[in-house]
């Protein structure tokens, strides 16, 4: 990326935007040419990038577990099933250390959680203009459009739709669960009558509001907190990677620096990915243990 | 960072793969795993179970040496004592068997004894006969003399 066409902050821009395909104001679908563009549809519109790109890194998951899962003996493990074995067992472990109820969804859940996070993250780990770059390329070439205006960001995990998509879904079992376990009024108990009890009623019945407001917010923390931290460690650290590809561009003695920080940078990236998609797995497994367990 | 369809889609692709997992990985490999489990307690299991058998067969082995040696034991006093007993009946056989040689020898010197008895008492008879036969011959009547002759034979 030379600096004669693209200022940096485009060079940021450019590489903060989704491809994004959507309805736009005039009423009509198509893709968007510019942020503004895409900021124009609001709702009604969806990252190509990212479904692109969390469904591929989902797929290599699900292809190579089924792999070894379909192949899996009870004898000698060899290669891939080592490897899957391996990771089963610390999903297994992870799952029976925090989760005290009997659930056979939890266990499938933490894994996909755990595999699907860590592989969007290592999305990261590409060196940021390859892919993006190849993508105007090829928009440029076989589909005629002006490579500035096609983006293309590749870590799903950057994206806060998908975070706050996975982060849902898990609320939505939370609460599902909630309901399912203690019941509507149990789950409501909860809500209203904790932390702060009282023998008597009128203080009692002047504490629920309190309660509630206490209870709602650390309720609905939850997969906010889940969604956002994904999304913030993964959108700095992409961010950094980004500001470091913009040193290549300006010299050899900067380039060479911004290579080794690359290197740094992308070695240190490798513990914030796992430690991400670990932190995901391990929370959604005990906000789901919080929901079977009664207070 | 627009929150868009992108969200939804995320999700209903979260909960497809979600469901995948649940359905044809995880039970897969939670099977294979128990049954290894399962194969090795076995394995396990059978060597214990051989060791305590070669244990268990080892302790026969010893009692049936031990019996063995003490049948052995048994069966060379039993010959030992067998062997004397032999011993002391031949030499009370023996001693049986010369007693009777002795005293059927005796017997016979008896017998023989005997006859050289009744021999020379014969002898004499005929001899005292013959010799009173020949003094008499002149005086006396042979058939008066018979009598006293007869008499005289009875009294030896």
Known sequence: MSSETVSSTNYIQHHLTNWTYGQFPDGHWGFAHSAADAKSMGFMAIHVDTMLWSVLTGLVFLFFFRKAAKSATAGIPSGLQNFVEMIFEFIDTS???????????VAPLALT???????????????????????????????????HHVYMKVV???????????????FF???YYSFKNKGIGGFTAELTLMPFQSSNKV??????????????????????SLALRLFGNMYAGEMIFILIAIMFSAGWALGTLGGFLQLGWAIFHILIITLQAFIFMTLTIVYLDMAHSEH | MNINLTLIGQSITFIFFVIFVMKYVWPP???????????????????????????????????TLKEAKEKAQEIIS???????????ESKDNA????????AAANAEIEQEVNRAREQLRGQVVTLAVNGAEKVLKREIDEKANEDLLKDLVAQL
């Open chain 1, 156 to 170: 799903p995990s950057t994206d806060p739709n998908a975070t706050i998509g996975m982060a849902f879904s898990v």
């Open chain 1, 203 to 224: 203080v009692q019945a002047l504490f629920i509001p309190i309660n509630f407001l206490l209870e709602f917010v650390s309720l609905i923390a939850k997969p906010i």
């Open chain 1, 95 to 105: 799952v029976r250390g925090s989760f005290t109820a009997k659930n056979d969804l």
């Open chain 1, 173 to 175: 079992l939370v609460l």
């Open chain 2, 95 to 102: 001693r049986v068997e010369g007693e009777r040689i002795i």
């Open chain 2, 78 to 88: 039993q010959a030992e004592k067998r062997a004397s007993e032999i011993i002391e």
């Open chain 2, 29 to 63: 490999l939670v099977a294979a795993l128990d049954e290894r489990k399962k194969t090795i307690a076995d394995g396990l299991a059978a060597a214990e179970k051989g060791k305590h058998d070669g244990e268990l067969a080892q302790q026969r082995v010893h009692e």
């Open chain 1, 113 to 147: 959680v755990f595999a699907w996070i860590f592989l969007m993250n290592l999305m990261d780990l590409v060196p940021v203009d390859w892919i993006p770059h190849f993508a105007g390329w090829v928009g440029a070439t076989f589909f005629g459009a002006d490579p």
